[in-house]
């Protein structure tokens, strides 16, 4: 198939503003369901509210625009109830680690098989650049106009603690890397967390002054390292990118699917 197979070009162009990292990630998920082979009418793809919640309308799959948040709570409604489906749950920062934190967690823990993508841009970027919980201590935004004191949540380390049995992180800088991780998070028999860090250069990069997409792109390059690198023992600030968990645990449709059957029989 060709790539443009995979998206519904009546909606196109696309809303999302000049030099948003998120084409990048729509390219790189569309690349990995090429090359693994999946067929459109097996995939539903759950978003919710936000700039990143967009992609959903322009994958030509099953797919839901819900709530701000629930993503997840809807996809694993869909999950146990069709559990043959891939599922694809693409999220922003807010929207996955704010109001959604607590489904994002439990969906950890629970290990169900989808896969979730959280577009890291450190902004609530379609309600008007209010800071997120990635946004970080020292940042600016329109609600944090004499700077953000908050801390930020680090996407991996909370993916990793609750129990998803696949965790990566890579940035819109690293387009093959994109591909490549998501690819590996899809074919993953478990709860997989792909981050990717994205730039937003009309809210973020602006208030922060981050300069243009390419230059926050470029501060990606410099910023971050392969996972265990020398870099990385040269200058602990770095942030690493890579696959960092990868692990075999029972499936939850799977292990429901047990009880069942365990009901039905009657012990």
Not at 225 to 252: C, D, W
Request: with cysteine; net charge positive; proline share 4%.
């Amino acid at each position: 198939m060709a790539l443009t197979d995979y998206i519904r070009e009546r909606f196109f162009p696309h809303i999302w503003c000049p030099g948003c990292g998120h084409g990048i990630v729509l390219n790189g998920l569309i690349r990995a369901i090429e090359n693994i082979g999946l067929k459109k009418n097996d995939i539903v793809m759950v978003s919710g509210i936000g700039c990143s919640s967009r992609i959903a309308g322009y994958m030509d799959f099953h797919t839901l625009h819900t709530i701000h948040g629930r993503a997840l709570a809807f996809a694993i409604g869909v999950k146990m109830s069709r559990p043959e489906l891939t599922l694809l749950v693409p999220m922003g920062d807010g929207d996955a680690l704010s109001i959604g934190g607590n489904h994002f967690i439990h969906a950890c823990r629970r290990n169900i098989d989808m896969t979730a993508i959280v577009m890291n841009n450190k902004v609530y970027g379609m309600t008007g650049g209010q800071y997120s919980p990635l946004s970080g201590y020292g940042t600016m935004a329109t609600t944090a106009p004499y700077t953000n004191i908050d801390q930020e949540f680090d996407v991996v380390n909370i993916a990793t603690a609750a129990g998803a049995t696949f965790v990566a992180r890579s940035t819109s800088y690293h387009v093959q890397q994109v591909t490549d991780v998501i690819e590996e998070a899809i074919r993953h028999k478990g709860f997989s967390v792909v981050e990717v860090m994205s730039q937003c250069p009309t809210y973020y990069g602006r208030k922060n002054k981050e300069g243009s997409a390419v230059e926050m792109m470029e501060k990606f390059k410099t910023t971050t390292t392969p996972i265990g690198s020398k870099a990385k023992q040269a200058n602990p600030s770095l942030i690493e990118r890579g696959i960092f968990v990868k692990k075999e645990m029972p499936e939850y449709c799977a292990e429901y699917q047990k009880i069942i059957e365990r009901a039905m029989k009657g012990n």
